[in-house]
T-cell receptor, first 109, second 112 residues
Framework: GQSLEQPSEVTAVEGAIVQINCTYQ??????LSWYQQHDGGAPTFLSY????GLEETGRFSSFLSRSDSYGYLLLQELQMKDSASYFC??????????FGKGTTLSVSS | NAGVTQTPKFQVLKTGQSMTLQCAQD?????MYWYRQDPGMGLRLIYY???????DKGEVPNGYNVSRLNKREFSLRLESAAPSQTSVYFC???????????FGEGSRLTVL
């Protein structure tokens, strides 16, 4: 089967940097995705890593190490609007995406 | 461009009633998905369809059925609703083999 582990909560202040980790166990690996979800909203796609290394998109970066079955989402220059839930996800058998339980990020001023 | 559209957005059912959640996407995606989201449980996959004419069970399929009516539409049916099916349901679609899903706005279902 598959499982993904990520912290349930993270807190930080505006302007800080925060890292949300995700470890996974899968029978086959196709890539690691990250999603953001604000309260009452739908999840929105942030990034996808199919290969090892760091992918940067503005203030957000995502890292993958396939040998360690580990990835993280790095959020820089935190803003209040970054307060949300963040989910990592992996494809199962290449088609079905399975999600972690999510990390709630609270940013304070 | 509407993306992924789900109906209804809100629904209240009594135990034992049936209903169908409708989902349509206009992005010509092959794969479509139904997830449920409960507090503290993340998004759990109910059923998915890799392409028109195929459907497969996900993590929590019991109590649900699906139909991939055509490439655009993927419906989720509750034949006999139970309070345990009170949840927020999300439909999503994906193009190709990327890790990017496009989600609908969600359908909030309460079963009394």
């Amino acid at each position: 089967g598959q499982s993904l582990e990520q912290p349930s909560e993270v807190t930080a202040v505006e302007g800080a940097i925060v890292q949300i980790n995700c470890t996974y166990q899968t029978s086959g690996f196709y890539g690691l995705s990250w999603y953001q979800q604000h309260d009452g909203g739908a999840p929105t796609f942030l990034s996808y890593n199919a290969l090892d290394g760091l992918e940067e998109t503005g203030r957000f970066s995502s890292f993958l190490s396939r040998s360690d079955s580990y990835g993280y989402l790095l959020l820089q220059e935190l803003q209040m609007k970054d307060s949300a839930s963040y989910f990592c996800a992996v494809p199962q058998a290449g088609t079905a995406l399975i999600f972690g339980k999510g990390t709630t990020l609270s940013v304070s001023s | 461009n509407a993306g992924v559209t789900q109906t209804p957005k809100f629904q209240v059912l009594k135990t034992g009633q049936s209903m169908t959640l409708q989902c349509a996407q206009d992005m010509n995606h092959n794969s479509m998905y139904w997830y449920r989201q409960d507090p503290g449980m993340g998004l759990r996959l109910i059923y998915y369809s890799a392409s028109e004419g195929t459907t497969d069970k996900g993590e929590v399929p019991n109590g649900y059925n699906v139909s991939r009516l055509n490439k655009r539409e993927f419906s989720l049916r509750l034949e006999s609703a139970a309070p345990s099916q009170t949840s927020v349901y999300f439909c999503a679609s994906r193009a190709g083999d990327t890790g990017e899903l496009f989600f609908g706005e969600g359908s909030r279902l309460t079963v009394l």
